[in-house]
Nanobody
Framework: QVQLLESGGGSVQAGGSLRLSCAAS????????RAWFRQAPGKEREGVAT?????????TYADSVKGRFTISLDNANNTLYLQMNNLKPEDTAMYYC?????????????????????WGQGTQVTVSS
């Protein structure tokens, strides 16, 4: 099993930046895709960005954040990051990190919540105009 703990959320003005962190512990050796999702009140959870542990830096992003957000994974300390620049009010949401369980072989899009088995508790990001 994998345990995930997000941190780094907060309140910023539009145009500002935040960096979210997600520390992973437990049996992560078979968790290959790691991702960030977000969910605003009354809206569906949406995939923000995902990265494979062997991606050598390549990642997949939602169109809404492409060019503004960067996902990265530090394999040495098993920490996932989301660097968020040029934040907009519509980025306001609870942000969750997620990890798949590769042993399950779940066939789903890599930005689909269904792909992921393990979830953090979330960290709030609020962007004011």
């Amino acid at each position: 099993q994998v345990q995930l703990l997000e941190s780094g959320g907060g309140s910023v003005q539009a145009g500002g930046s935040l960096r979210l962190s997600c520390a992973a512990s437990g049996s992560t050796s078979t968790s290959f895709y790691r991702a960030w999702f977000r969910q605003a009140p009354g809206k569906e959870r949406e995939g923000v960005a995902t990265i494979h542990i062997h991606s050598d830096g390549s990642a997949t992003y939602a169109d809404s954040v492409k060019g503004r957000f960067t996902i990265s994974l530090d394999n040495a300390n098993n920490t996932l990051y989301l660097q968020m620049n040029n934040l907009k009010p519509e980025d306001t949401a609870m942000y969750y990190c997620a990890a798949e369980e590769g042993l399950l072989g779940i066939i789903a899009g890599i930005l689909s919540p269904a792909k992921y088995t393990y979830w953090g508790q979330g960290t709030q990001v609020t962007v004011s105009s």
